[in-house]
């Protein structure tokens, strides 16, 4: 075999090693993130994400246990702003003391 030949064979060797390690890494990858890798870690008693699209849940965190809500107030208000807004009606906020 003459210098050219084996240089041209050495050359398709390593492209094809090259080739297999980036196929090996990329399998190693993606099994460690199917396996291995989990959802993310909430700090909440319940939590639920779903795609409003399709509305497929995506994620569900003690979705079916009942729990007050964080703040009635707070829902009141933003309710009430909200059916405001609606009827167009102008909202004037108050000085909080």
């Known amino acids: 075999m003459k210098n050219s030949e084996r240089y041209k064979n050495m050359k398709n060797i390593r492209r094809l090693l090259a080739a297999l ?8 990858g993606l099994a460690y993130s199917t396996f291995y890798i989990k959802g993310p870690n909430i700090d909440a008693k319940a939590a639920i994400l779903m795609d ?3 509305n497929t849940i995506i994620l569900a965190e003690n979705e079916n246990t009942p729990y007050p809500a964080a703040s009635m107030t707070k829902m009141m208000t933003a309710y009430l702003l909200l059916e405001k807004i609606q ?6 906020a108050g000085k909080y003391y």
């Open 52 to 54: 409003a699209e399709t």
């Open 21 to 28: 390690m980036i196929i090996f890494v990329l399998a190693v």
């Open 87 to 92: 009827t167009r009606v102008n909202v004037i």
